[in-house]
């Protein structure tokens, strides 16, 4: 008799005794796990400028793995290599600044990839989203991709049960998740990615496993095998299919409504601007005190830039103060980093700031600025310390500037707007936070003074004409007309009511401010220095009590923030010739209260009917609150169960699909494989394409149902006899075996019945997924079986070390 061989039989091409085709599988299954977590990052770094760092590390993680799997190296040779490679590829992955022609590390590039190893996670997680990777943060996605894929891989490559490579793998997407922002990425792909990936590679490695590769050659039909293969593939296919579609359909449902909470939310300190005072609250006093005083230096302004304090847009009655109203309000802080302003457009500037006498909290700087370098004795403290809003372009150092502070400012000046540009520009829509304690005569004021305006532009230039035209300027100092600082809603009221409008900059640019905002335009006051038309483009400006100013700036669709200067020049003060009363004065006598009148006889208290009104509902929102809990409660219940469902669903289908086929003789073949099925559901192992008489051998020997031997005689006769069985043949043939089926179950415990029913090794036919989870209980005491007429492979793979 000649030998047959079995196709497995053929010795595959392998690298240290492990076929080549599972090597590119288990290196495959590694780069998607892995690359599915990657994605992760994409929030923290607005965009795909870390993915360098990140696949150079899964790359160069894979390749040790690899090298040292093949030349059997042990944990202590992994370790060196790895750190060698963190070391060697760091600087021309995660810090190219650093190196030498952005490939060969410097001495800077070590000695920071040295300590980034400690400091990069506090340094990224104490940094506002979005991070750039010119601060040393590229380091954290090129260390935990690269030390995460030596991990992974050699588990993959080393372990016979690959199951195991799935912790770091699981452990790298938990890490990225809590190194990232509350806004995620593509949770749900990455969840289904990185599911379907694990199950599939699991599940390919359990086929390829050397104890799956015997085959039967002597009663296996080429046609039917392939036959069963092809339906494993597809009813696997269908299983992830469903899984995937099910979780897509319900994460809108099991969805928190909250944002989710990361590490970045408990390390970062909490910051509010309101614990420090308006800087407006100091400009009569800088204007008293350091006039002849220089408080900072700047080099390189340009000619018409303005050094900026602070942009405030909230008024409460006393002051006018900077708001952190949070992202998209105009003045939303974050810890400065670089490429604050990515979006400016305008001249970029580089100032260099040397403090004088300025101490405060407000950082001087100009336009829209990308990043703050602090140097000095201090540098770390205040660049840890010091906060910037984009939208308002202003800067807060929480421990104060002092004498011998310096700093480098990369800033865009936007360039100067005319009227003709604004001609026919709208208003731009930014969200203002709302004024309380407004006067009540500046809404007429307001809409008389812009009454004949036609353009938005017209509007605001009526109202700067208005205050610089027809008021005066005084700072109310020795010598000066009396002119009261501060700009309370009393004051304010004072300046426009009064026989004349007499003020400083303080006084004007909170009214106009306030003005606007009665009128819907979007204004904000903004105090800071910029010099005098003779000094204007000097290489140094000194910033001093004379130079200091406060104007407003307007926001216009297509052009941002541009200023506007109400204050009436400071020459144009009153004097004997000019201080005649206004036409139509506003007057500032508080009213005496009104006289007591005579108490009035009320009818008798009536019930409310708004009460009523507010229990019905009370009683409708209860209601409602119990029909959503209820709602949300059974659409988990449901979710829970669908899988269940989805399993008892595909099992009656396939019944039925085999109790009602077209011809007879497969009705009678489809009971038989109905009972084989429920068989295999409670514990029987079958063997792969063996024919009815051993099936029900196997049967009657592992579940003890001897009567199942006359049944699969019965059912050879009916398919193969001369003559197709009649209906009743059938029905008959189809209650003997629910009735086996019924004995299986009433000799079973209820556990062991619930677990027949949602097994799904019936299902799947004998693949990987059904039988790995019982290979692997039976593992420690069973060994292979061979059925007569199998052939084992003959080219065993060689034994696998159980460690890294």
Known sequence: MSAQTSPASASPASIGGIPLRRWMLDIGAVIVLLGTSVVGFWPSFAGPSFLGAALGGVLIGIAIAVVSAWRHWGVLIVTGLTMLAYFVFGGALALPHTTILGI??????????????????????????????ADGHFI???????????????????????????????????????????????????????????????????????????????????????????????????????????????????????????????????????????????FRGHVRDDADSTLFTVQGLPEDARIRLAAMDEFDGQVINVVDGGPGTSSAFAPIRSNMSPDAEGLPVTLQVEIDGYNDVWVPQAGLVSEIRFEGDDADA????????SGSATAVATPGLSTGDSYTVQTTVPATVTDEQLAEAEFGSVRLPKNDNVPEELTSLAAEVVSEATTPVEQVQALSSFLSEDGFFSHGLEGEVLSRSGHTSERISALIGGDQMIGDDEQYAVAMALLSGELGIPARVVMGFYPDEKDAGAASFAANGENIHAWVEVNFDGFGWVPFDPTPPEDQVPNDQNTKPRADPKPQVLQPPPPP??????????????????????????????????????????????????????????????????????????????????????????????TRGEEASLLAGSLAVP????????????????????????????????????????????WKRMKARLSLRSLLGGSALSSGFQNLKDAATARIRREPGTIKNSTPEAPESETP
């Open 382 to 389: 205040l660049r840890r310390s010091t906060y910037y809003s």
């Open 140 to 282: 954290v996605p090129f260390l935990l991709l690269l030390v995460t894929a030596v991990l992974t891989a050699s588990l993959a490559l080393r372990l016979r049960q690959p199951a195991w490579a799935l912790i770091p793998a699981g452990a790298l997407l938990a890490a990225v998740i809590a190194l990232g922002t509350p806004e995620p990425a593509v949770p749900v792909i990455q969840g289904a990615v990185f599911a379907i990936a694990s199950i599939a590679w699991l599940a390919v490695r359990q086929i390829w496993a050397p104890q799956n590769a015997a085959v039967s050659v002597g009663e296996v039909d080429a046609a039917r095998a392939n036959q069963m293969r092809m339906r494993r593939l597809i009813s696997g296919a269908a299983v992830l299919v469903v899984a995937a579609g099910a979780g897509v359909a319900t994460s809108a449902l099991t969805a928190p409504a909250e944002v989710r909470h990361v590490l970045r939310d408990t390390i970062i300190p909490p910051f509010d601007v309101r614990d420090f005072p308006s800087a407006l609250q100091s």
């Open 597 to 690: 009148q005579e108490p009035v006889d009320l009818p008798p208290t009536l019930p409310d009917d708004r009460e009523s009104e507010d229990e019905s509902l009370n009683i409708l929102g209860i209601i409602g609150a119990i029909l959503l809990i209820g709602g949300i409660s059974l659409g988990i219940l449901a979710l829970l169960a669908a899988p269940f469902i989805i399993i008892g669903a595909w099992k009656a289908s396939r019944r039925r699909a085999r109790r009602s086929a077209e011809r007879t003789a497969d009705r009678i073949a489809g009971g038989w494989d109905e009972l084989t099925d429920r068989a295999v559901d409670y514990g029987a192992r079958l063997t792969a394409g063996a």
């Open 104 to 133: 060969i590390p410097s001495i800077d590039t070590l000695q920071q990839l040295a300590v980034g190893v400690i400091t990069s996670w506090k340094q990224m997680l104490t940094t506002v989203a979005p991070v750039a990777g």
């Open 707 to 750: 009567t199942v031997t006359m049944l699969a005689d019965r059912a050879d006769a009916e398919v193969f006899g001369p003559r197709d069985p009649s209906v009743e043949d059938v029905d008959a043939f189809w209650q003997e075996v629910d009735g086996i089926v019924v004995g299986l179950g009433s000799e079973a415990g209820f």
